[in-house]
C-alpha cells in the first residue's frame, strides 16, 4: 500500500498542477476557464518550437513561452472575459470553451506536424527508490515543483497586496474601485498569472500525456474533482485533491480484478468524486450564484421586434419549403441535419433559455433517445413507439439529473451535468448490448400509413414537422402560466417561494421536460443517421450543442435554427482538413465575439439594425432613452437606458413573447 | 451621439492581439497547408506512361523496377512496374511465381514481388469512354473520407497523404490506363454522420472509395451498402468490413480471431505468465480478447488483465500489479506516446518481462522517444505486418523504397511509420491491379468481379499478404511478422531475415 501511496503523490501531482491552473485563474479572475488545457498546450509547442524545432536551450524556450507569449496570451484573456465578468455563467462557460476551440486550431495550423512526444524539463531517468517504488527525477521534479507553486501561489493570493486586491475585484469590483484598485490592471495581471501557470503545468504535463490538445484538455477535466475539494479556493486542498484521486485509481488499478465495472469505475473515479463533493460543498461554494442568477435574465429579452421575428419565420419558414424541391438529394439530407440539431437545442431553449437551467449533458439524453429507439423500434420504422420510450426513460433521468439542481446552479451545475456526461460516456455507453460499441446501432425510417418516409425528402418533412411541433410546444410554454413560472424560477426564485410555488418540483419537472425533449429529438436523429454509435453523444457533443445553441441565441426559436446552421456546417461544407480547421478557428473567433452579444448572433444583428438605423436618422439622446444599448459598462448584458450600467445590476428590457 | 460602449475594439488591444498573432505565427513550424490533401491527382500525365523513366524519384529503386525480366513472385495479375518508377499497367497473368501470398508457408525474404517482367507502357488500344459513375475517358475519381481533425486528432492524416501521394505520382507517370485520377478527400472530424454525409455527396462523383480510414466508419455503411460503390480501404467498423463490395489489403476489423504468431514466439521467448493492458476503447479491447485467446490456446495463461484510461499521468500502478501478479510477459494495446510512457515506467521500476509486446500502431519514432531509448525497449517486441523501414529493405524492397520515397516527396514533414500509411499504398496498389484487370473501361461491377479474382494478394512485399481482400470470415493477420528492438531501431526477428510467416494457425 505504500507503494500504491508514493505512486498516488507522483501522479497526483500531475492532477494538482492542472486542478491548481483552474483555481488560480478562477480565484484571480472569476471565470471557470475551461480553456485552461488548451493555454497550457499552446505554452507547450511555443516550447516545442523554441527547444526542439529551433535547436535552442531550455531556458530560451521557458523565456519565450512563459515570459513573453503567457502574458500577451493572458492580455488578450482579459480582453475576451472582461464584460463576461457578471454575464449568464453559460455564457463564460460558451465563451471559455470557444477560446479552447481557437487556441486548439490555432495549435493545429501553427504546430500541426509537431510530435506528440516532449522531453522533460527534468532529466530522465531513475532517481530514488521509495518503498517499493523507483521514482524518477522527472517525478521529483513534478512533485517539487507542484509543491512549491501551490506555497508560492497560495502565498501570492492571501499574503500579498497583490493577491488580496485579486481577490477583492473578484468579490466586488465596485468596493475594489472605492479603495482605489484599478479593476482592470488587477484582473490583467491575474489573467497573466494565470495563463503562466497554465503554461508551466503545460510544459510539464505535455512529457507525461503526450503534446495534444486534447488529452491535456482531459486531463484538465479529470482535475476539476481535485479542484473541487479546494472548494474551488484552496490551493493545498487541491493538491491533496489531486493525490488522494490518484491513490484512488492506482488502488483500482493495482487490487481491482480484470474487466466488468472495474474498467468504468476507475476511468469515472473523477467525476464520481466531482459529483459527490458538489453536493457535499454545496453550501461552501464560492459566492458567485447570486450574481449569476440575475444576470440569467439576459436571455429573456428578445432583440428583435415581434414583426422582425414574424416575418423572419415566415420567410425561413417558406424557403424550407421550398428548397425541398429545388434542392439537390444531398443538400437536403444535409439540411435535415440541421433541422434535427435544432430540434434537439429547442430543449436547451426550455432548459437554459427559459428556465436559467445549465447542462452540459444534453446529448446523453440524445443518445438514450437514440439507442432506445434502435431497441424498441429497431430498423421496422416503429419509431412512435420508440418516440414515447424515449421520453418515458428519459424523464426519470432528467429528474435525478435535475437533482443536483436544487442545491447547485451556475457553474457547479454545469460540472454536475457535465460528471453526468462523462459518467454516461464511461458507464453506460461502454455497454455493448446497449449501445454496439463502435460498430453502433441501426435505426429504421420511421413508416406512416400510406406514407413512405424513407426518401431524403420525405423524412426532410418530417424532421421538419417535428422541429415545428417542438417550436410551437415552446412557444406555448414559454406564453403559458407554467413558461411564466419557468421565468420567474431563472429570475426570482425566492419571490416564487414566497407565492407557495415549489421550486423542487418546478426545477425537476423542467430537467424531465428537456430531457425528454432532447431523447425524442434524439429518435429522430438516430433515424436520420439510421446508425448510431457512442461517439455521437460524447461529451464534446453536449458541450458542441451548448456552445451552438448561445451562438444563435438560448432563448429563442430562432437561435436554435442558427445553432443548428453552426453544428451542420462542416457537414454541409464536406470539409476538408483544412477547411474544418479554418471553420473551428471562426468558431472561437465568433464566440469570442460573443462575449460583447451575450444574447448570440441573434442580438448581435439587431445592434447592426439599431446602429444603421442611427446613423440613418440621427436622432437626440432623449429620443434613445428606453432604447437598447448593448452592453452597458461592459457587464455583458443589455440595457434600456443609454447611460452605463451599473455592473451588478440588470436592467431586462420589456419581455415579447418568442416567436 | 450620446452612446457610450465601455467595451470595444480599441487600437492598444487590437495591437496587443496583432502582436500575440504575429509572434504566435513566427513561432509556427513550417507546415504547409499546401500538403492538406490537395484535391485532384496533382500535374496531368505525362506523354505516356513511364515517361519520366528510371530514377525519376531521386534515389528510387529505378534499377530494381527496370529489371523485372525475372517476373518474381507476386500475386495472380500482380502489377507491373515499367522503368523506373515506370507506370502500373496490367500485367495479366504474366507474373510469375507462386507469392508470398499463399497461407501456410513462410515467404522468402524480398520476395514481394514488385519486380515484374516488363509490359507495354501504353495506353490500351480500346477508346476510353465514360463507363460507370466518376469515370470519364480522361479521369477516374476516387474518394477517401478519413477522420484527419476531431478526437484522433492528426493520427490518420498520413494514411490519406499516401493516398494522394500514390496516385499524384502515378498520374505523374502516365495515369492509370491513360486517364488521370483524380482523389477527392473529406475529413469526418471523427463524425458518423458527417462520415455518412460525405459517401453520400461524393458515391455519385467517384468510381470507388480507397484508403478511408475512421473510426466513425461504421456511418458510411448504408451508403456503400445500398449503391454498392467499391471500398477499398482499412474499415475500422464491422458494418463496413462486413460489406460484399468492401476489400482490404492485410488488416482488418470486425473479424474473429487471431493468429497464434505471438504467442508462439512469446513461448520461444520463455514466457509462462502473460498480462494484458489495454485501451479502454472498443478496437483496443476487441484486439486484446482475441490475443488472449491465442495465448491461452498455446498453455499461456493470462496474469493479469487492464484497461488504462485514454488519459494517465502515470502507469507505476499497472507496472506494479504486473510485477505482483508474477507476469513475465505483457501484451499492451496503446497510443504511440502511451505505449512509450509505459515502457519507461517499466524500465524505471526494473522490471524485466521476457517479452513487452506491442502493435503496430507503436512503430512511429515517437515510441522509441517516450519510451525513454533504447536502454529501456529490452525484450520489447512488436507485432508488425508489414517490412520495417530499413536501409537494407529499402534497397532489397522496392515496394517499400517507392512508398517511402514517393510520400517524402509529395508530403516532405509525413512520417511513413504513422500508421496504416503503409497498409494504404497496399490499398491502392490494389485498386489499380483491380482496375487493370478489369479493362479498360470497367464499370463498378465489372472492377469488383475482378478484383474479387484476386487472390494472396501481394503489394510487392510493403505489407504481409492477404489471402482473400474479400474475405468476412477470415481473421486479420493470417500472414504476419514480428519485430524485436535491437540497438536502435526494430528488427525482424519473425521470419528471421524479412519476408512474412504464413504458418500459425488461426484462433476464433
Not at chain 1, 139 to 149: H, I, P, R
Not at chain 1, 359 to 364: P, R
Not at chain 1, 397 to 402: N, P, Q, S
Not at chain 2, 343 to 354: E, H, L, S
Request: proline content about 5%; aromatic content about 8%; glycine content about 12%.
Amino acid at each position: 500500500m505504500t507503494g500504491v501511496v508514493i505512486v498516488g503523490i507522483v501522479a497526483g501531482s500531475a492532477y494538482a498542477l492542472a486542478g491548481m491552473g483552474l483555481v488560480v485563474t478562477y480565484r484571480a479572475s472569476g471565470i471557470f476557464n475551461f480553456a485552461q488545457g488548451a493555454m497550457g498546450m499552446f505554452m507547450a509547442f511555443v516550447y516545442w518550437q523554441v527547444t526542439i524545432d529551433w535547436g535552442w536551450p531550455m531556458v530560451a524556450g521557458l523565456v519565450a513561452s512563459l515570459l513573453i507569449v503567457a502574458p500577451l496570451l493572458g492580455i488578450v484573456s482579459e480582453w475576451v472575459f472582461r464584460p463576461l465578468r457578471h454575464a449568464a455563467v453559460s455564457v463564460q462557460i460558451v465563451v471559455s470553451l470557444g477560446v479552447l476551440v481557437f487556441l486548439q486550431n490555432l495549435g493545429l495550423t501553427l504546430f500541426g506536424d509537431a510530435p506528440i512526444g516532449l522531453p522533460s524539463i527534468f532529466p530522465d531517468g531513475r532517481a530514488i527508490r521509495l518503498a517499493s517504488v523507483n521514482v524518477g527525477w522527472d517525478q521529483v521534479g513534478t512533485v517539487v515543483l507542484a509543491l512549491a507553486l501551490a506555497g508560492l501561489l497560495t502565498w501570492v493570493l492571501y499574503r500579498t497586496p497583490l493577491g488580496i486586491s485579486m481577490r477583492a475585484v473578484v468579490d466586488s469590483e465596485e468596493t475594489a474601485e472605492l479603495a482605489g484598485i484599478s479593476s482592470v490592471n488587477v484582473s490583467r495581471l491575474a489573467w497573466i498569472i494565470g495563463v503562466m501557470f497554465a503554461g508551466a503545468g503545460g510544459i510539464l504535463l505535455a512529457p507525461l500525456v503526450g503534446l495534444d490538445v486534447n488529452l491535456l484538455t482531459l486531463l484538465v477535466i479529470i482535475a476539476y474533482a481535485a479542484a473541487m475539494l479546494g472548494k474551488l479556493e484552496s490551493l493545498p486542498l487541491t493538491y491533496l485533491g489531486g493525490v488522494l484521486l490518484a491513490i484512488g485509481e492506482g488502488t483500482i488499478g493495482y487490487w481491482a480484478p480484470p474487466g466488468g465495472i472495474w474498467i468504468g469505475l476507475r476511468g469515472s473515479l473523477a467525476f464520481l468524486l466531482l459529483v459527490v463533493l458538489l453536493v457535499v460543498y454545496r453550501r461552501q461554494l464560492p459566492r458567485e450564484r447570486k450574481v449569476i442568477d440575475r444576470t440569467a435574465a439576459a436571455f429573456e429579452r428578445e432583440p428583435w421586434p415581434v414583426s422582425a421575428r414574424t416575418a423572419g419565420l415566415a420567410v425561413v419558414g417558406a424557403a424550407a419549403v421550398v428548397t425541398a424541391w429545388i434542392a439537390t438529394d444531398q443538400f437536403l439530407y444535409d439540411l435535415t441535419a440541421l433541422v434535427v440539431v435544432a430540434t434537439i437545442l429547442l430543449s436547451l431553449v426550455v432548459l437554459t433559455g427559459l428556465s436559467g437551467q445549465i447542462s452540459l449533458g444534453q446529448a446523453s439524453f440524445v443518445g438514450i433517445g437514440a439507442f432506445t429507439a434502435s431497441h424498441v423500434a429497431g430498423t421496422d420504422g416503429s419509431i412512435w413507439l420508440a418516440m414515447l420510450a424515449a421520453a418515458a426513460i428519459a424523464a426519470p433521468v432528467g429528474v435525478l439529473v435535475g437533482l443536483s439542481s436544487l442545491r447547485l446552479s451556475g457553474l457547479f451545475l454545469a460540472l454536475a451535468t457535465m460528471a453526468f456526461a462523462l459518467l454516461m460516456d464511461n458507464l453506460v455507453f461502454r455497454i455493448h448490448e446497449i449501445t454496439g460499441g463502435v460498430d453502433g446501432r441501426e435505426i429504421g425510417r420511421p413508416e406512416l400509413p400510406g406514407i413512405d418516409l424513407s426518401s431524403t425528402r420525405a423524412f426532410y418533412f418530417f424532421a421538419l414537422a417535428v422541429f415545428a411541433l417542438f417550436a410551437f410546444l415552446v412557444v406555448s410554454l414559454r406564453r403559458s402560466r407554467v413558461g411564466r413560472r419557468l421565468q420567474a424560477l431563472r429570475d426570482a426564485p425566492d419571490a416564487l417561494r414566497t407565492l407557495g410555488v415549489n421550486l423542487a418540483a418546478t426545477r425537476l419537472g423542467v430537467f424531465a421536460l428537456s430531457a425528454s425533449m432532447a431523447s425524442v429529438a434524439g429518435v429522430v436523429f438516430g433515424s436520420y443517421r439510421t446508425r448510431v454509435n457512442p461517439l455521437d453523444f460524447s461529451l464534446l457533443k453536449s458541450i458542441e450543442y451548448l456552445v451552438a445553441s448561445v451562438i444563435g441565441g438560448v432563448a429563442s426559436v430562432a437561435g436554435a435554427l442558427i445553432g443548428g446552421l453552426v453544428v451542420a456546417i462542416p457537414q454541409l461544407a464536406a470539409a476538408t482538413p483544412e477547411t474544418a480547421t479554418r471553420f473551428q478557428l471562426a468558431v472561437g473567433l465568433v464566440v469570442v465575439v460573443l462575449a460583447r452579444f451575450p444574447q448570440g448572433l441573434l442580438s448581435f444583428g439587431a445592434v447592426v439594425v439599431e446602429h444603421a438605423k442611427e446613423v440613418l436618422a440621427p436622432s437626440s439622446v432623449d429620443d434613445m432613452v428606453g432604447e437598447p444599448v448593448a452592453d452597458p459598462g461592459g457587464t455583458g448584458t443589455f440595457s434600456t437606458t443609454p447611460e452605463p450600467a451599473p455592473t451588478t445590476k440588470v436592467l431586462v428590457a420589456e419581455r415579447e413573447p418568442v416567436s | 451621439m450620446g452612446r457610450k460602449r465601455s467595451t470595444g475594439w480599441h487600437g492598444g488591444r487590437a495591437l496587443i492581439l496583432l502582436a500575440l498573432v504575429v509572434i504566435a505565427a513566427s513561432c509556427g513550424s513550417s507546415l504547409s497547408r499546401e500538403e492538406i490533401l490537395s484535391v485532384g491527382g496533382g500535374s496531368a500525365g505525362g506523354a505516356g506512361l513511364g515517361a519520366d523513366g528510371t530514377g525519376a524519384v531521386g534515389s528510387d529503386v529505378g534499377g530494381d523496377f527496370a529489371a523485372g525480366a525475372s517476373g518474381g513472385a507476386g500475386g495472380e495479375g500482380a502489377i507491373t512496374d515499367v522503368g523506373g518508377v515506370g507506370g502500373d499497367v496490367p500485367a495479366g497473368d504474366a507474373a510469375g511465381g507462386a507469392g508470398p501470398g499463399a497461407p501456410g508457408a513462410p515467404s522468402a525474404p524480398g520476395a514481394g514481388g514488385a519486380a515484374t517482367g516488363p509490359a507495354p507502357a501504353a495506353r490500351p488500344n480500346v477508346p476510353l469512354k465514360a463507363s460507370d459513375k466518376g469515370i470519364t475517358k480522361d479521369t477516374i475519381t476516387l474518394g477517401v473520407v478519413s477522420g484527419l481533425t476531431g478526437a484522433a486528432g492528426t493520427q490518420f492524416v498520413e494514411s490519406a497523404h499516401t493516398i494522394d501521394a500514390f496516385f499524384k505520382d502515378l498520374n505523374q507517370r502516365g495515369g492509370l490506363q491513360g486517364r488521370r485520377v483524380v482523389v477527392k478527400i473529406i475529413d469526418d472530424g471523427i463524425d458518423a454522420g458527417r462520415n455518412a454525409s460525405a459517401h453520400r455527396s461524393l458515391e455519385p462523383q467517384v468510381f470507388a472509395f480507397v484508403g478511408s480510414l475512421s473510426i466513425a466508419d461504421s456511418g458510411s455503411a448504408s451508403v456503400l451498402r445500398d449503391t454498392g460503390v467499391p471500398d477499398i480501404g482499412f474499415a475500422l467498423s464491422t458494418p463496413r468490413a462486413q460489406l460484399p463490395n468492401h476489400a482490404f489489403v492485410t488488416f482488418q476489423a470486425g473479424m474473429k480471431g487471431q493468429t497464434t504468431m505471438t504467442a508462439e514466439e512469446a513461448k520461444r521467448a520463455g514466457v509462462t505468465r502473460m498480462g494484458f493492458v489495454y485501451l479502454n476503447v472498443d478496437a483496443a479491447i476487441t484486439e486484446a480478447n482475441a490475443v488472449k485467446k491465442a495465448f491461452e490456446s498455446v498453455g499461456i495463461p493470462i496474469c493479469y488483465e487492464a484497461a488504462i484510461q485514454l488519459v494517465e499521468p502515470d502507469y507505476t500502478s499497472y507496472v506494479q500489479a504486473l510485477q505482483r501478479n508474477n507476469c513475465d510477459g505483457f501484451y499492451l494495446v496503446a497510443q504511440t506516446n502511451a505505449g512509450g510512457k509505459f515502457q519507461n515506467t517499466v524500465y524505471r521500476q526494473g522490471y524485466k518481462p521476457k517479452m513487452a509486446l506491442h502493435n503496430i500502431v507503436t512503430y512511429e519514432r515517437a515510441f522509441i522517444e517516450a519510451s525513454g531509448g533504447p536502454e529501456a525497449l529490452e525484450n520489447a517486441y512488436l507485432w508488425f505486418g508489414q517490412a520495417p523501414i530499413t536501409q537494407e529493405n529499402l534497397q532489397k524492397i522496392p515496394e517499400l523504397n517507392r512508398f517511402v520515397t514517393t510520400l517524402k516527396r509529395y508530403y516532405p514533414n509525413a512520417d511513413p511509420r504513422k500508421y496504416a500509411a503503409a497498409i494504404n499504398w497496399g490499398n491502392a496498389k490494389f485498386f489499380v491491379e483491380a482496375f487493370n484487370k478489369a479493362g479498360p473501361n470497367p464499370t463498378r461491377q465489372s472492377f469488383l468481379a475482378a478484383a474479387r479474382t484476386i487472390k494472396n494478394y501481394d503489394p510487392g512485399g510493403l505489407v504481409a499478404p492477404t489471402p482473400d481482400p474479400f474475405a468476412k470470415e477470415v481473421p486479420p493477420g493470417t500472414c504476419g511478422n514480428m519485430l524485436k528492438f535491437q540497438g536502435s531501431d526494430w528488427v525482424q526477428v519473425r521470419p528471421a531475415g524479412g519476408g512474412y510467416d504464413c504458418s500459425s494457425r488461426v484462433v476464433k
